[in-house]
């Protein structure tokens, strides 16, 4: 139980996994995923079911990144 924190729905990469962590009615539950696309679209989902509004994805784990190019 996670008594006061309001319903959400959380993606976080951890340990090349990614963990959707479900707050619903008080009660946590955590879904682990190999790949990053069924982890959003789980958690969607979740966020479907519960209500909520939409998040931007999570963040990958800290490393490289490459800037896309702009264009005018």
Same mark, same amino acid.
């Given at each position: 139980?996670?008594?006061?924190? $309001?319903?959400?729905?959380?993606?976080?990469?951890? &340990?090349?996994?990614?963990?959707?962590?479900?707050?619903?009615?008080?009660?946590?539950?955590?879904?682990?995923?190999?790949? &990053?696309?069924?982890?959003?679209?789980?958690?969607?989902?979740?966020?479907?079911?519960?209500?909520?509004?939409?998040? $931007? $994805?999570?963040?990958?784990?800290?490393? $490289?990144?490459?800037?896309?190019?702009?264009?005018?």
């Amino acid at each position: 139980m996670v008594t006061g924190e $309001p319903d959400s729905v959380r993606v976080k990469a951890i &340990n090349g996994q990614w963990i959707v962590r479900i707050v619903d009615g008080g009660r946590l539950t955590q879904q682990v995923f190999d790949i &990053n696309a069924q982890a959003e679209t789980f958690a969607e989902e979740e966020r479907l079911r519960l209500g909520l509004p939409g998040e $931007p $994805p999570a963040e990958g784990p800290a490393g $490289p990144t490459r800037r896309g190019r702009r264009t005018r």
